[in-house]
């Protein structure tokens, strides 16, 4: 098992930026591929970036253009997500969750924290 924290979130203006973390436990998460989703209200989780065992390799909705960095740290057992040039339709619970495969669906994902809200907004 291992069970996860997210933690970070907050109020930040359009354009602005901030750095989510996920505490993990139980497990080392450097056997884990690890992933950041993310829920706002009244719609499907949907996906936000993904990064390999090793940290070499990433993906995000935004296609590498730096709006959404994922990044980890095996050694204090943690990943984040920057978020960067925020914009109002980033407000979401941003989830993090750990599996056994390099993926951008939620059923490749075995273990979920509870979530911590962005919320864009001037």
């Known amino acids: 098992q291992v069970q996860l924290v997210e933690s970070g979130g907050g109020l930040i203006q359009p354009g602005g930026s901030l750095r989510l973390s996920c505490a993990a436990s139980g497990r080392a998460i450097s056997n884990y591929f690890m992933g950041w989703f993310r829920q706002a209200s009244g719609k499907e989780r949907e996906f936000v970036a993904a990064?390999?065992?090793?940290?070499?390799?990433?993906t995000d909705i935004d296609l590498g253009r730096g709006r959404f960095i994922i990044s980890r740290d095996n050694d204090k057992n943690a990943v984040y997500l920057q978020i960067n040039r925020a914009k109002p339709e980033d407000t979401a619970v941003y989830y993090c969750?750990?599996?056994?495969?390099?993926?951008?669906?939620?059923?490749?994902?075995?273990?979920w924290g509870q979530g911590t809200q962005v919320a864009v907004s001037s």
């Open positions: 990064i390999h065992l090793d940290g070499d390799h990433t």
């Open positions: 969750a750990a599996g056994d495969h390099f993926s951008t669906l939620r059923r490749a994902y075995s273990y």
